[in-house]
């Protein structure tokens, strides 16, 4: 066997017993904390310019992430090929802008729905990457979870459907899933033994020199002292759970399981989103969306427990 087919087949190695059932556990939680800043997301940028919001954001987490590593002793040494981090800082940096540009333009149940598409884009991207084969069973369970999202995405609309009307925010964000499928396969095949928080750290520090590019003369306008307080809270909710935690529970769940099943809890965030707006104020989304994101859930029970 050759040394490349060996590397692929060890990338094709999935966890099992107590370890498969504490990585679905980390990418339920990772579902939750990403649904909580749509929704967030969504009131921050009507306050503050969202590439500012993200430089921010990405500050922030740098911050925490060095801080929390220097409390518990991880070297954060140069590391070997950073080209790796440079490709995963500009993959999660052109998704992080999209999904706060494009809730300038549509609602965040909308967005939450775009994101549902994920699973079965990071599964093609997983095939071409790592050669990472979709079981038929599953491949029948995510195209059934994605027309629940494509129905979302319509907003129940059978019409806009037909007519295929789909909103600018929309297209804006789905350019970002694209990144961020191909980004979590990467995950897994970059991955050189780190410790998970250095490897978040660098990441992170990728990111937020991505973004800082187009951000900088906007952050310069901002007045940080002047903003609402609910932009500040938007931002270290971004930064600690949305960011750091989940980068974390990500990481963890895609060395051990598929890179299909690992988004595969997206299919619950337009149904958490859809709660969330919904106690905080903004609406319940109508039945017909709603049944949508029901389709969209079942679809990850069906999946989720699928044989790898």
């Known amino acids: ?18 370890e498969k059932l504490k990585a679905h556990l ?33 500050a922030v987490t740098v911050v925490f992430i060095a801080a929390l590593c220097a409390k ?14 440079a490709v995963l800082g500009l993959l999660m940096a052109v998704y992080m802008t999209t999904m706060f540009v494009a809730l300038q333009f549509t609602k965040p149940v909308a967005t939450g729905a775009v994101f549902t598409l994920m699973p079965l884009l990071s599964a093609v991207f997983a095939w071409f990457l790592m050669h990472q084969h979709t079981k038929p069973a599953v491949l029948v369970s995510l195209l059934i979870a ?47 033994k780190e410790a998970p928080l250095a ?49 974390f529970l990500l990481q963890y769940a895609s060395v051990r399981l598929p890179a299909s099943k690992v988004l595969a809890y997206g299919y619950l965030t337009p149904t958490f989103i859809i709660v969330i707006e919904g106690l905080i104020g903004h609406g319940w989304a109508s039945g017909a969306v709603f049944l949508g994101a029901l389709v969209t859930a079942c679809g990850l029970l069906v999946l989720a427990w699928l044989p790898d």
Not at 26 to 44: C, H
Not at 207 to 212: D, H, K, N, R
Request: net charge positive.
């Open 146 to 192: 994605a027309t629940g999202a494509v129905w979302v995405i319509f907003r129940g609309d059978l019409g806009a459907l037909l007519a295929f009307d789909v909103g600018r925010g929309e297209m804006i964000y789905f350019v970002g899933v694209l990144c961020h499928a191909a980004y979590v396969p990467l995950l897994r095949l970059f991955n050189r």
């Open 26 to 58: 980390a990418v339920l939680l990772f579902s939750l904390l990403v649904s909580g800043s749509f929704s967030l997301g969504g009131i921050a940028t009507q306050m503050v310019d969202p590439l500012a919001l993200q430089a921010l954001r990405y």
């Open 199 to 247: 490897f978040v750290f660098w990441a992170a520090v990728a990111t937020f020199a991505f973004i800082l590019v187009p951000a900088a003369p906007r952050l310069a306008e901002v007045e940080l002292f002047s903003l609402p307080p609910m932009v500040w809270i938007a931002v270290i909710y971004l930064s600690v759970f949305a960011t750091a935690v989940t980068f």
């Open 72 to 85: 518990l002793g991880v070297s954060l040494s140069w590391p070997k090929e950073p080209w790796r981090f």
């Open 1 to 18: 066997m050759t040394e490349q087919a060996t590397e692929r087949s060890r990338h094709n190695i999935h966890a099992k017993g107590g």
